[in-house]
């Protein structure tokens, strides 16, 4: 059963740049998309992007300029750089293991699903001066 | 598009039949994965590819998939159900993307 843990600082000033962390127990690092979500009080999740354990990345366009994801995969950890924060980036932020699956029939794809299946407890960053 | 659309809330009585639905043009080739999240809780998979329960979810949950819609039914609702639930998939820039998420009152 595969667990993963975050941290990172909960309090930022303006301008500053977020770092979170996420440790990756009792799992397979390979073959899985490793992605950052985040949750403003009171709203929707917000994917803010992933990556995969060879290092290929991926991000929300809307973040893109300011998010970095990196891994690490001697520790299986992954981590989460969001610069020049401002109090729009207040959420509880999340890591989380993505899956993807494919029917395929000969060549061509049929039907697709991706899917996070494993969540890490999640973090309350605030952005304040 | 890149989007999916949720309704933003819906009602059932106790023990009666719930079904929430996520549109978006990104489901006419991804099955909606779908998740309940309650208060402080992070989310959790409740149903993904075309009809699969993780270990440990009841088998009330259900999914299922037409055109650019898919939806998750919950037969015999019960108290715990109250949730918010959330879709999700890839879009066709290969992003991942979520429903606005239903809230799930149960009466």
């Known amino acids: 059963q595969v667990q993963l843990q975050q941290w990172g600082a909960g309090l930022l000033k303006p301008s500053e740049t977020l770092s979170l962390t996420c440790a990756v127990y009792?799992?397979?690092?390979?073959?899985?998309?490793w992605s950052w979500i985040r949750q403003p009080p009171g709203k929707g999740l917000e994917w803010i992007g992933e990556i995969n354990d060879s290092g290929s990345t991926n991000y929300n366009p809307s973040l893109k300029s300011r998010v970095t994801i990196s891994v690490d995969t001697s520790k299986n950890q992954f981590s989460l750089k969001l610069s020049s924060v401002t109090a729009a980036d207040t959420a509880v932020y999340y890591c989380a293991r993505g899956a993807q699956d494919f029917t395929m029939v000969v060549v061509v794809i049929t039907a697709a699903s991706y899917y996070f299946d494993s969540w890490g407890q999640g973090t309350l960053v605030t952005v304040s001066s | 598009s890149s989007e999916l659309t949720q309704d933003p809330a819906v009602s059932v009585a106790l023990g009666q039949t719930v079904r929430i639905t996520c549109q978006g043009d990104s489901l006419r080739i991804y099955y909606a994965s779908w998740y309940q999240q309650k208060p402080g809780q992070a989310p959790v998979l409740v149903i993904y590819?075309?009809?699969n329960r993780p270990s440990g979810i009841p088998d009330r949950f259900s999914g299922s998939s037409s055109g650019n819609t898919g939806s998750l039914t919950i037969t015999g609702t019960q108290a715990e159900d109250e949730a918010d639930y959330y879709c999700?998939?890839?879009?066709?820039?290969?992003?991942?993307?979520f429903g606005g998420g239903t809230k799930v009152t149960v009466l």
């Open positions: 999700n998939s890839r879009d066709s820039s290969d992003n991942v993307v």
């Open positions: 009792g799992g397979s690092f390979s073959g899985y998309y």
């Open positions: 590819g075309k009809n």
